[in-house]
């Protein structure tokens, strides 16, 4: 019984020896060097005057309508995903900051959301879903 318990103290010691020289064997220096922004630097506050917030509202038949949110003005009320496509093209050549709030209605299934989310991330679209 005590043979077993050497043993084992024997294997807690070699492992821990292993351990501690694969941390010294470790290179725990950093690689590069990340220049952080300094205080003058900073961006100018993005204020909401200059940002467009547009709401997209479709069905499960793409069947889409554009409201500007402030206004509550609708826009654009056309069918189909080049339609849609190019009335928020036109829409981000008016002002670059819009804000595209994706709202689906009825029976709208989740790969046309995702579709639309695609063509967002592809152009560099700013947009958002609601729940």
């Known amino acids: 019984m005590a043979d077993d318990r050497q043993d084992l103290m024997v294997f807690i010691d070699l492992g821990f020896i292993l351990l501690v020289g694969f941390l010294i064997l470790t290179d725990t220096t950093p690689i590069e060097n990340v220049a952080l922004p300094s205080a003058d630097e900073s961006e100018a506050p993005v204020s909401e005057e200059d940002r467009s917030v547009y ?69 560099s679209w700013s947009c958002t879903v609601r729940s």
């Open 55 to 123: 709401e997209v509202t479709f069905d499960g038949e793409v069947r889409f309508t554009v409201v500007l949110v402030e206004q509550q003005a609708v826009l654009c009320t056309y069918a189909g995903s080049e339609a849609l496509i190019a009335c928020m093209n036109a829409l981000i050549a008016r002002s670059a900051r819009s804000v595209f709030v994706l709202n689906p209605r009825g029976v709208a299934s989740v790969q046309q959301l995702v579709n639309i989310l695609d063509t967002c991330v592809t152009r």
